[in-house]
């Protein structure tokens, strides 16, 4: 069945440090993928999302491009805050989520110093 | 922005007690799902909801798991006979076709 993988945490950085997040897919047919994030006491927020291949998105200085022939959905940041401390979720849906669930990889946690 | 609120934050139950976690979607939408988070895993798909049915639900979701929206605003998952292992933290979301939101979470702990 379909599923994600992410890179384990916690991922520990310094303020302005650059950041990735690796993330892999298995999928039947042409998902849509999605970062999520989760800070702290707080519910699941879409990041960004892409819809088709070579698709990037990005929000907030985060970005991520949907790479069919490697499977992946990498999430990079040039330049972290520590307001970027968070827990982020890599998933994938039915292409324009319609109505469709949402699968979701393992989380990693960031953590961001001063 | 509108927001998908969840009620309530912390659930603490004995094992075999029924539960109910109450969620209210975003007014104007139409697709509706919970998921859950057990402590350190992937959060996991429960169930959707379309149409006053289910539309698709997963194995986790057995006969001890229930969905209703009573009144066209609230959101309800029911767990009938709470096990240790449904100890999570249960997420609501609702969709209009674009995106989904997510509410904050019940944290259900089951002794």
Known sequence: ?114 | EPEVTQTPSHQVTQMGQEVILRCVPISNHLYFYWYRQILGQKVEFLVSFYNNEISEKSEIFDDQFSVERPDGSNFTLKIRSTKLEDSAMYFCASSDEVREFFGPGTRLTVL
């Open chain 1, 1 to 114: 069945g379909d599923s994600v993988t992410q890179m384990e945490g916690p991922v520990t950085l310094s303020e302005e440090a650059f950041l990735t997040i690796n993330c892999t897919y298995t999928a039947t047919g042409y998902p849509s993928l999605f970062w999520y994030v989760q800070y702290p006491g707080e519910g699941l927020q879409l990041l960004l999302k892409a819809t088709k291949a070579d698709d990037k998105g990005s929000n907030k200085g985060f970005e991520a491009t949907y790479r069919k022939e490697t499977t992946s959905f990498h999430l990079e940041k040039g330049s972290v805050q520590v307001s970027d401390s968070a827990v982020y979720f890599c998933a994938l849906g039915p292409r324009g989520n319609q109505g469709g669930k949402l699968i979701f990889g393992q989380g990693t946690e960031l953590s961001v110093k001063p």
